[in-house]
């Protein structure tokens, strides 16, 4: 038995196998992959990494659990599957977290996908699972949506999404993701195909919870300047790669990582010391080197176009890269970004109101109808010396 003191939920504690995993090798690489990537370059308190929010999740899932458990409705073999599924749910996580992902989403190598091998080929952890007995399938049911319990650790009010909001707003400051999680859980519930169900006495906190995430989504994970920073990023990293080890960027080589071990040193850290490599290798161009420093300066890109909205974009990024490219703004200087975000199903939600479930449309009173179900965001940046001139061109 372990007890590990968490500056958001306190005294969290865990048994014997809990503890071996989390003192695995691959599970240490967590304290070195910062929870909100390059968060930082405008937050400086967020430093906080992968591995406080594993254990912070795994604390709320052991709070949802025990009241299923109370309720008769999970048994004590699935609420440990549940604790178990939850502190390894982010294992699979790549340096700098979703700033790096998307150049191995192109090879159908995603966190979650690179979590299950991991899960599954892991020398260590494979060897702790031998030893207490742990049915690795059901782990992997409970991730691919095949258990009842499955929305405990990935729904649209999941307990993944509870503690990332808490966790993240304690360290970046911004007092909009506070949320009450003693009654979120008290009054919610899973239902099948990933429902919600919430007691009508307790939709102010559902409310909140979404409300929050909006409010999060706007100001720290899509913000502005922390989006340009992981796109430059993703940019160098990727000519970083392809100079010095064009295998990482080759699947099965990442999987070979993990049985042989290697994987464990792949973090943050990793890449900044191949940054520091490449600046003082001489066969690093001059124009890779500059785009290194200006990175390590916080003299990254800049936004000459912005539209955010609650409905379609409307007007096409691509037109506007093609006009700055002809007034002379060279296209590996230029930076488009375009996604579509979702905040709220709500279909998803039932609300258990005098013995009878309702959907939202038969309720007047929530704030849950008046939430957007998605924010539009389009930009363009332009590397710094470029700015003024592109700011011109699109006026």
Known sequence: MKKVFDEIHGYITLNDLETKIIDSPIFQRLRRIKQTSLAYLVYPGAMHTRFSHSLGTFYLSQKVGEKLQQSGIMTSEELNLIRLSSLLHDIGQFPFSHAIEPLYLQSNLSNKVLRDEIIRNDAELKEIFEEHSVDVGKILQIYNGDNSFSSIIDSDVDVDRMDYLIRDSRHTGVQLGNLDLERLIDTISYGEDGNIIVLEKGLYSLENFYISRLHMYQA????????????????????????????????????????????????????????????????????????????????????????????????????????????????????????????????????????????????????????????????????????????????
Do not use: M
């Open 220 to 395: 720290v994970y899509y913000h502005k300047t922390i989006l340009g920073y992981e796109i430059y990023l993703r940019h160098i990293f990727k000519q970083v790669v392809e100079s010095c080890c064009p295998e990482l960027f080759n699947t099965n080589y990442i999987k070979k990582s993990v049985n042989e071990g290697s994987l464990v040193y792949w973090d943050d850290e990793w890449v900044f010391s191949k940054l520091y490599e490449a600046l003082s290798d001489y066969n690093t161009s001059d124009n890779l080197k500059l785009q290194i420093k200006n990175f390590l300066n916080r003299n990254g890109p800049k936004v000459v176009f912005e539209e955010v909205t609650f409905d379609k974009l409307t007007t096409s990024l691509e037109e506007l890269v093609s006009k700055l490219e002809r007034y002379g703004i060279p296209r590996d200087a230029i930076f488009p970004f375009e996604e579509k975000i979702k905040i709220i199903d709500k279909s998803k939600i039932k609300v258990l109101s005098k013995g009878k479930y309702k959907s939202l449309k038969d309720l007047s009173s929530t704030l849950l109808k008046s939430i957007p179900e998605y924010i539009n965001i389009g930009r363009i940046y332009v590397d710094y010396k470029f700015v003024n001139r592109a700011r011109d061109i699109l006026s």
